[in-house]
């Protein structure tokens, strides 16, 4: 009787760690990308204000050169009747003749004109209003009687989202200060110099605002995300590999015990295997996790597992019998890269990738051969593994690479440029069907040829990448400095070298500054320093000098005192 598998708790705790890693990774990321995102909308705010703000000082520009000329004088029409409200002016009106009547217009005529215009065509609205407007159409709303209010507290502007007609606006509002040329038609309201008369409202709509911050946010998820997914597939990677450990001495252990099992009631065991080897082969068969299918060597479908129906949508019945190619590709013969003429002509496995229509995905069609006792190719396994998420993470993954501000080069081991990103074509002048032409050292002015880049290259290790500086020389002829750093890698079985160069011409320049402030600090040191030994030099001859007067007195004294000496012994 054979022996279960039985394998013990995992000691380690290995899922549990795993699972808390993942949770504590995307937690992370999560206020990461809000934080971010929030940034985004206080920079969409900043930008509203701007808007809204340089909307205002351009009417205000031009309400003052209405004003300082006294007014304009325009064609009355329908549009453009005689202002009832400058009538206290008696060259209100001009008859030039009897088709030409001239009326005159003050700034505030002026601008709602202007203002009802754009309106008409645009989404962005102004208004002129006051807490004691002449026009009832002049009355401020709700948010405009706050802001009236601030500027008469001392406030000299006013802005913040506001609702619209049910649509959310920024809004920006200013007052408006009653000035010398002003006062014509505005004196008899009572208005003095320097009075507020009222204010200007500009209403930018938000939704437009946020148009400009959606691709950035949208850019902003792609790139989490594909940091997400990294992340998660390194944790993923350390579970499978630290689980695959612990199994592999689990199953060593079993094993062990499996085969003493098998060695005492062999016999037995034997014809059992037999018995049931058929059944045991379907139910490995029906668990595979991708679609699977057993075809033969004329393409006719021959048996196929759970997990193909229910990708295809489709009962046994419907499948069994069938032709591969018909089934999906709906073609009438073989696709001109199908993987089973490769197994017949190579007589090994082979795999192709592919494009199934009738299920809208990519996927990587394995197929090894089955041979009968003759060794005969008898009929195919075919397993399809779905890649369509990966080849939506290779999208991402490439449109990160060309949005990254580092020069990006692909190169083979022979140094012929494979790939380049959008930087590299910007900094260097070349376009990107020319670089494809070059080699690398074409570019490099100090290593200037496939010698010379071997020797760097040779040290190199797998998934190590290698940093140091050298010298670009772009298509105008001119030089610059780059970091580069440059790892070997494999794609597609070949040695691949890639590399990210930094433009540090900016930082060559801080270190000469650098250089040449050390310098000069200390040529200043060796001056003071030169200063001070030549004081201490005229210090120490002074010493001397008074050293040396000091002996001769006592000496000078000496001599006195043997003349006394000897004065006295004559008298």
Sequence with gaps: ??????????????????????????????????????????EALKRAYTYTKVGFDKDVIYRRWASEHGGVYVKVDS???????????????????????????????MTRQVYELQNAYYQVHGHITSL??????????????????SFENGEPEFSGVDTLNGKAYFRYMKPVITEKSCLKCHAQQGYKLN??????????????????????????????????????????????????????RLVAEDALRILNDQLEQKVEQRSRELQKSQRDWENIFNTIGFPAQLIGAD???????????????????????KKCFFLFHHADSPAQNCPFQKVLLENKSGSEE???????????????????????????MHIMTDISDRKEIELKFQTLIEQAGDAIYLSDFDGNIMEVNRQAIKEMGYTREEFLQMKVWELDKVYPDLAAVRTLWDTMKPNEAMTFETTYKRKD??????????????????????????????????EEELK?????????????????????????????????????????????????????SSV
């Excluded at 959606?214 to 579970?239: C, E, H, K, P, Q």
């Excluded at 200043?524 to 201490?536: D, G, Q, Y």
Aim: aromatic share 10%; glycine share 4%; with cysteine.
């Design 195 to 248: 009075d507020i008369r009222g204010g200007i409202s500009i209403s930018y709509p938000f939704d437009q605002i946020y148009i400009l911050s959606t691709g950035d946010i949208r850019n902003l998820y792609f790139m989490y995300v594909i940091i997400w997914l990294f992340g998660i597939g390194i944790i993923a990677f350390s579970y499978l590999r630290l689980k695959k450990g612990n199994i592999k």
């Design 299 to 321: 393409y006719t479908i021959k048996n196929i597992n759970d997990e193909t129906l229910s990708s295809f949508n489709l009962k046994r019945k419907d499948i069994i019998g």
């Design 354 to 380: 592919f494009y199934i229509e009738r299920l809208k995905k990519s996927y990587i069609v394995n197929c090894s051969p089955i041979y009968n006792d003759k060794d005969e190719i008898e009929s195919f």
């Design 1 to 42: 009787m054979k022996t279960p598998l039985k394998f013990t708790k995992d000691p380690l705790k290995i899922r549990e760690y795993a699972i808390y890693s993942t949770i504590l990774w995307t937690l992370l990321l999560a206020v990461l990308l809000v934080l971010d995102i929030n940034l985004i909308k206080r």
């Design 516 to 568: 040449k402030y050390h310098e000069n600090l200390e040529l200043l040191v060796r001056e003071r320093t030169k200063e001070i030994e030549e004081k201490n030099a005229a210090l120490e001859r002074i010493n001397k000098l008074f050293v040396g007067r000091e002996l001769r007195m006592a000496e000078l004294k000496e001599e006195i005192e043997k003349l006394k000496g000897t004065a006295t």
């Design 132 to 149: 004691n407007p002449i026009r009832p159409e002049n009355t401020p709303d709700t948010w405009e009687v706050k802001a009236l209010i």
């Design 79 to 109: 549009n453009t009747p005689p202002n009832p409200y400058l009538s206290n002016i008696e060259d209100r009106d001009i008859i030039v003749d009897s088709n030409l009547h001239l009326t005159l217009m003050n700034p505030a005529y």
């Design 477 to 510: 002829g001119s030089f610059y400095p780059v970091e580069l750093r440059a790892g070997l890698t494999e794609i597609t079985g070949k040695k691949t070298i890639l590399g990210f160069a930094r433009n540090i011409s900016e930082r060559r320049k801080v």
